[in-house]
């Protein structure tokens, strides 16, 4: 068990809808990373938080966003949902001691779009 | 930019060494790093290097780091039917302006052990 917390695990949902994942970190760390797996563009790095700021954004669609709340938890927030992306889509925590890049992965929540 | 490749597939027979072999093209790579993903789970870390190491040893896992060559492997000894999973290599780069490092994962290498 990493510590992180992911909900929903899965999702099933429609072209056009809006959905939100929730994570919760590792007790102690401050920073929250989101990443998106799938078949064909295999692990990609979305947006990272860092004490409810954003940090750094990597390949995250406009349709996409997040948010870290002051209780450190995290939202990513996926709307006019596509086909394309279904995927599982990945929290990670970490920044608890020193800046090493160790990641701490939740277990995932696979949204499918139908 | 930063890019890492790794095969695909390795197959192993329980007992043997597995060797899994990554190659990435950033030469200012700080850390690298092998994750493991059991099906169904998230990824775990397994055991990162500092670039300016080559070698890092822990229990049944030797990690290796070419950095001319920018080629990392890990070596599994004695390898075990519950080590079958999917490996990832991943490296980063120095944040910007002092920031966190963010790794870049491969593709992953599923590890199939048979007994």
């Known amino acids: 068990d990493s510590g992180v917390t992911q909900t929903p695990k899965h999702l099933i949902t429609a072209t056009g809808q809006r959905v939100t994942l929730r994570c919760s970190p590792r007790s102690g760390d401050l920073s929250v990373y989101w990443y998106q797996q799938s078949l064909d563009q295999g692990l990609q790095f979305l947006i990272h938080?860092?004490?409810?700021?954003?940090?750094a954004k990597g390949n995250i669609l406009e349709r996409f966003s997040a948010q870290q709340f002051p209780d450190l938890h995290s939202e990513l927030n996926l709307s006019s949902l596509e086909l394309g992306d279904s995927a599982l889509y990945f929290c990670?925590?970490?920044?608890?001691?020193?800046?090493?890049?160790?990641?701490?992965f939740g277990e995932g929540s696979r949204l499918t779009v139908l | 930019g930063e890019d890492v490749e790794q095969s695909l597939f390795l197959s192993v027979r329980e007992g043997d060494s597995s060797v899994i072999n990554c190659t990435y093209t950033?030469?200012?790579?700080?850390?690298l790093y092998w994750y493991k993903q059991e099906p169904g789970a998230g990824l775990q870390l397994l055991t990162y290097i500092f670039s300016n190491m080559d070698m890092k040893q822990d229990q049944r896992l030797t990690v290796l780091l070419n950095k001319k060559d920018k080629h990392l492997s890990l070596r599994i000894a004695d390898t075990q039917t519950g080590d079958s999973a999917i490996y990832f290599c991943a490296e980063s780069i120095p944040p910007p302006g002092g920031g966190s490092y963010i790794p870049t994962f491969g593709r992953g290498t599923s590890l199939i052990v048979h007994p």
């Open positions: 950033d030469s200012s790579s700080t850390y």
């Open positions: 990670a925590s970490g920044g608890r001691g020193a800046n090493t890049g160790e990641l701490f």
């Open positions: 938080y860092y004490n409810g700021e954003e940090r």
